[in-house]
Structures are given as structure tokens and as C-alpha cells.
């Protein structure tokens, strides 16, 4: 009984990325992006008049304190394969945006390709541009504290060398989690050692809630949020022009890195919390809820300098972000913003961030800190007004407009999250998918509603012969609707296939937001030339398979039972854990699979007896359970044919499931 248990998390995108980047070029598989349209091109020229580009500010501060880039500006793991490369992005050194980009977002991405060791101030210095977030190094009276590691441990340790080159080479004696997404604790293990946290060398300090989201906020939708986080941050796409450029807060996620994570030793529970470690003095401002479910910002007195970790970045951040997540808190996030403002403003010289660079100066932090507070305010408010007025989702994100004190400033423009889909986000926070519409309570399917809207336009080539047309009127958004409904409707139409294409390739050379650029080119590759299959991956790294619980392996089971498989079925079965002293029984009734902790069923149908430990093993796949029954790894009584009736009813998730076009797998 050859039984594994593969475990879906969002940093399984970086292995994913690896195989398709051997296998996925737009160069490679026939037909490639095409040139700017004259509507687009007229849309970038106009955003040129638009904005002020004159103000060069953020290229000084950009560039400010910069002591050495990235040498080669690549990155290998210990097999030679490249993690991180920057020398793709060579083409953004021209200095005019071509026309197939948004000028505002080429500003962006030539900002953004900004990279090596920095010096904030005396004592703080910051790696940025290893990764698509930074990493902030603070010298204290004997060692170094580390604030973000970065997503893996290759870049992290790159990170370090560079620094220990300019720097003298002292220990880290404390490593500061800000919060719980993996590009900002990924890369733990190229800067601090199992051994030296265990011996009390180095202390590991996290806001309260951490471990619980960081392994736990992509396990239930993992697959689907890997699938779709391709989308925003275009990592499977080339580089270039008419390619992937940015991903907003940075350049793109680094690609099949090593990511660890060791559990925090000391966690920040209450707000406003001080602490001294290693002579340096932090006060620590909890801010859960906005960005992410655990965070905190920290003010660091004898620096002068507070760090906003990703609730403050040089454009608008995620409400909602393309990969998915809980929808998050803009109230909130205005309100964290604000309290910041207040405590720590009129102290504050220099203001560090946890993507993109930092700002300088008592009143330009102040005027970021509020204009900040205020976008996410008015993004909240003015949302929350028009829905009660009875506006639907698509129509508050037509009508939201910034006001020109906001619209105008770089650090407000949407190059991560936007306008529009925030909006939405502040909708489906407060009332749901549901825009009370009773015509959208039950529609078709696409497949279904696709061919109806394509019989009631006159057929296939009627419609191809409209869309043609608008086309060429540079009615981008309405042709890629209309071929979105004919390619669910014939999925083989290559007429159809391209036409959306092309359109979704000029919106995303018009897009200002990276995020939406990469969304766009995506889905017009995968149009053009489909989706690969990919071969099995394993994905789950061991130090994120320790910090699993036994209760959220259930959960995810209990996502995987395919529930028409099982109607009728009843199993139970007892699991012990000897190592952790844990009971469980999980039930298998009415086509759903249930768990109960610290307790035995006296009538189950199999009772498991292992140690975590081995039950770890057989998750990665280095253990099948009918090796760990050989070597007694794992002891039973009762049927094991209903542990393999148990495991048949279990799905395994495709990670890349069609987006673009009728998924072939049935439900």
C-alpha cells in the first residue's frame, strides 16, 4: 500500500516555477507577444502628460546609501541552478519606457531593480533587490539583528556574505519575523542555525499568531493559491518589454530556493511593548489584521528610525491579492498607519520599509505616514459609501477616483494592489460575492453560460467578426469578455484563442500595476499556447512539515476526500502518537471526514499506532506506509483495508488547472 500525503503550501510555487521555466518560454513555444497597438500606444503617451515624471526624488533615496550591488547579479542553490537573476532585467537601464509598457510602472521597475547592501544609518544597513522583499541588518553591541530573512536560505545567505565583505563579521544573535508571509521568514536558515536558537545563541521573536498563519494560511487552498499566484507574480514568464518587468514590491519571487523556518523563541503580545536585545532598544507596535493576520511594525530610539514592515510600501498594497487570501482589514491597516503617525513621527529621521527603499527625513515621513493613513481610509470609506448606495462591486471600482492630493503621489500609485480590485475587496469584506442582484444568484456555469451568450450573438463567427472590430477601436477590456464566454464555449477556437490573447496583451502593456500586467501576459500566453502539465512535485520542506500541526494534517485531509466518492462509506480509525502523547479519531460518515482529539473510539476499524516523527517521512513521500508496517515503524489492529479504502477516496490536486479555458477534470 504505496500511500503518500502530498501537502500544498504557497512556497511550493518556487519548485513549481523551476520545472516551468525549463519548459515554459513564449520563444521556446511558437508564437510570441506582438507590438503595441496605436491605442495603446496613445494610452502610455498620455500617462506620461499625466503624471510628474520630473520628480526624481525616489531615484535618490532609491539609490541612497548604497555601499555594493549583487555581484553578477545571480544567485545559485548549492545544485547550480539559479535562484535569483537580475541581469534579465538589463533592459530597464534605457531610460524611456517602449510602448508596450505603462511608463508610471517602467518607472517603477527601473526603481525597483535597485539592489545589494545599503546603508540606512550608522548601525543600519538593508539587503534589497535579493529577493522580492528586503532584509534589514541591525548592528548591535556584540552582534547583529536580523529583521526578515528573506523567502529562502540561498538568497538570505547571499545576502549575508555580501554584507560580511563591507562589514566586520559578527554573529546574529537575534532574528525578528514582522510577519507571517513566507518571502519575509523563508530564508531563517542562511542566517541562524537549529543549533545556536537551541542553545540560547540566538533568539527568534514573532508577533503573537505567527506560527499558526505562517504555516497555516496557505494549507486548506494551497494548490489553487499557487496556481494563481503565477499569475501575480509572473515568475513563469520571460523578461523584457513586452514581458514580465515587476511584480510591484519588488522585481519577482525568487525560484527554487531552499525555504526553512525555525519557530519563534519569544513572541510580542502586547502593543507598544519594549525590549533591549543586544543593546539596541525596539518598541514593538502590533498591526495584525491589515497586511497579514500577524504583524508588527517596530521604532528603533537611538536610530531615529521606524520600520513599517509591508503596511507602508512605495505604491498601493493588496486588500485582496490575485493568489488569495482572507480578505484584509483597510480600516484597520488606515488605523495601524495612524497610530504609528502619533507615537512615532515626531521622533523618526528615517523610515524603513520591508519592500522597496526607504524615506528620509521628519517631514517626509510624516507626509508618506499620513497620505498612507488616508489612502487606505478614503479606499475604505469611499467603498463602504457607494455599497450603500447600492452600487455593485464592478461599478465602485469604475467610479473610485483618488483625489488629486493623493492621485499624484508615487508612493500612492497602484503598482502591487489597485484601486479597482482594492474596491472590491472592501465590498466582499463587508457583503460577499453576492451583489444582491437575484440574476446572479444561481447563473450558469461558464461553460454552459458561455455557449448561451455565443447562440444569442449569432454564433462563433459573428462574434469573431464584432470582436475584430472593437479590436481595432482598442476596445481591449470588451473583447477579451467576449472571447473569455466563445474560448469556454469552443475551447478549440483558435480564432478565438488568439483574439483574447491580443487583447489581454495590450491591457497588460497599458497597465500601470504590475501585478495586473503579469495577470494579463499570463493568461495571453496560456491562451496562445495552453497550459503543461507539470511532473509531481514535492514541496513541502521539512522544517514547515515540523511546524505542521497534527490537527491541520487532518483538515487538509479532510479537503482532499472526494465527498461523491465516499457516499455510503463509514470508517474509523484511531491514530496514537506516541512521541507527542496525542489520540485522535478520525471519522469518515455522511461523505465528510471529521477528527476528534485526545480520544479512542472503543469500536474503530483500525487503530494506528506511530510517532509523529514517521508520519512526517510518509508525508514528504521518504516513507510509504506499507515500508513503515515492514520496519515496524508503525503498529495496528484492525483492517488496513479500510485505511486503503480511506486513501483511494483522496483527490490529488493538479497544480496547474486550467484558468483560461473549461477545466478538463470533472468535479
Known amino acids: 500500500m504505496n500511500v503518500h500525503f502530498p501537502i500544498h503550501l504557497l512556497s511550493r510555487v518556487v519548485l513549481i516555477i523551476c520545472i516551468l521555466l525549463g519548459e515554459l518560454s513564449s520563444q521556446a513555444m511558437g508564437q510570441g507577444p506582438k507590438e503595441a497597438e496605436p491605442a495603446t500606444k496613445a494610452a502610455n503617451a498620455a500617462v506620461l502628460k499625466a503624471l510628474p515624471f520630473i520628480d526624481r526624488r ?68 538593508q539587503i534589497r533587490g535579493f529577493d522580492i522583499s528586503n532584509m534589514t541588518i541591525i548592528e548591535g553591541k556584540t552582534g547583529l539583528i536580523i529583521v526578515d530573512p528573506l523567502i529562502c536560505l540561498e538568497v538570505a545567505g547571499a545576502g549575508m556574505d555580501l554584507y560580511y565583505h563591507h562589514r566586520p563579521k559578527r554573529p546574529v544573535v537575534a532574528v525578528i519575523y514582522t510577519h507571517s508571509h513566507v518571502d519575509h521568514w523563508g530564508g531563517v536558515k542562511g542566517v541562524a542555525g537549529d543549533a545556536d536558537v537551541r542553545a540560547g545563541k540566538i533568539q527568534v521573536i514573532a508577533p503573537s499568531g505567527f506560527m499558526e498563519y505562517a504555516v ?241 450573438m449569432g454564433g462563433a463567427e459573428a462574434v469573431l467578426v464584432r470582436a475584430k472590430e472593437d479590436y481595432q477601436k482598442g476596445q481591449y477590456r470588451w473583447v477579451a469578455e467576449v472571447m473569455k464566454h466563445l474560448v469556454f464555449a469552443e475551447p478549440g477556437n483558435k480564432a478565438a484563442r488568439e483574439l483574447g490573447a491580443d487583447a489581454l496583451e495590450q491591457m497588460g502593456y497599458q497597465a500601470e500595476s504590475a501585478t495586473w500586467r503579469n495577470a494579463y501576459l499570463l493568461g495571453a500566453l496560456e491562451l496562445r499556447q495552453g497550459v503543461r502539465n507539470l511532473p509531481g512535485v514535492v514541496s513541502f520542506t521539512r522544517d514547515s512539515l515540523q511546524a505542521l500541526s497534527t490537527e491541520m494534517f487532518f483538515d487538509y485531509l479532510g479537503v482532499r476526500l472526494n465527498g461523491p466518492k465516499a457516499e455510503g462509506k463509514k470508517i474509523t480509525v484511531n491514530w496514537t502518537f506516541t512521541d507527542i502523547q496525542k489520540h485522535y479519531v478520525l471519522n469518515l460518515e455522511n461523505s465528510a471526514l471529521t477528527y476528534v482529539s485526545d480520544k479512542q473510539a472503543k469500536e474503530a476499524d483500525l487503530s494506528l499506532t506511530m510517532t509523529r516523527k514517521t508520519l512526517d517521512a510518509i508525508i514528504i513521500k521518504q516513507l510509504t506506509i506499507s515500508e513503515a508496517l515492514q520496519s515496524g515503524q508503525i503498529t495496528y489492529k484492525g483492517s488496513l483495508l479500510k485505511l486503503g479504502t480511506l486513501f483511494s477516496l483522496m483527490d490529488d490536486f493538479q497544480p496547474t488547472f486550467e484558468i483560461m479555458e473549461p477545466i478538463k477534470q470533472k468535479p
Open 58 to 125: 525616489d531615484y535618490e533615496e532609491a539609490r541612497r546609501g548604497f555601499v555594493a550591488a549583487l555581484p553578477e547579479g545571480i544567485i545559485k542553490n548549492t545544485q547550480g541552478r539559479v535562484v535569483w537573476n537580475l541581469k534579465d532585467y538589463e533592459f530597464l537601464k534605457q531610460t524611456e519606457a517602449p510602448p508596450t509598457v505603462n511608463p508610471s510602472l517602467w518607472r517603477q521597475a527601473q526603481l525597483n531593480l535597485n539592489n545589494g547592501l545599503f546603508k540606512v544609518t550608522e548601525g543600519i544597513y
Open 216 to 456: 497555516s494560511e496557505n494549507i486548506i487552498a494551497g494548490n489553487a493559491m499557487t496556481r494563481r499566484s503565477l499569475f501575480q507574480f509572473g515568475p513563469i514568464l520571460t523578461k523584457g518589454e513586452k514581458s514580465q518587468v515587476d511584480a510591484g514590491l519588488g522585481k519577482t519571487t525568487s525560484m527554487g530556493g531552499t525555504v526553512t523556518l525555525i519557530a519563534p523563541t519569544d513572541v510580542i503580545q502586547k502593543n507598544m511593548e519594549k525590549r533591549v536585545i543586544d543593546g539596541v532598544e525596539i518598541i514593538f507596535q502590533l498591526a495584525s489584521g491589515a497586511e497579514a493576520p500577524a504583524e508588527l511594525h517596530m521604532y528603533f530610539p537611538q536610530f531615529k528610525v521606524l520600520n513599517m514592515a509591508d503596511n507602508v510600501c512605495q505604491g498601493l498594497h493588496n486588500l485582496l491579492p490575485f493568489r488569495g487570501a482572507e480578505v484584509r482589514d483597510a480600516l484597520a491597516w488606515s488605523k495601524y498607519i495612524s497610530e504609528a503617525l502619533e507615537q512615532f513621527s515626531d521622533q523618526t529621521e528615517i523610515m524603513i520599509l520591508q519592500h522597496n527603499w526607504p524615506s528620509w527625513g521628519r517631514e517626509r515621513v510624516q507626509d508618506v505616514l499620513k497620505k498612507q493613513r488616508d489612502l487606505y481610509k478614503y479606499l475604505h470609506d469611499q467603498s463602504v459609501r457607494l455599497l450603500n448606495h447600492g452600487y455593485k462591486p464592478t461599478e465602485i471600482a469604475e467610479a473610485l477616483q483618488l483625489p488629486s492630493s493623493l492621485a499624484n503621489e508615487w508612493h500612492i500609485r497602484g503598482y502591487y494592489g489597485t484601486l479597482s480590485h482594492n474596491a472590491k475587496a472592501v465590498y466582499q469584506r463587508y457583503l460577499g460575492w453576492y451583489d444582491a442582484n437575484p440574476a446572479n444568484l444561481n447563473p450558469l456555469p461558464p461553460v454552459e453560460g458561455g455557449k448561451k451568450i455565443v447562440e444569442y
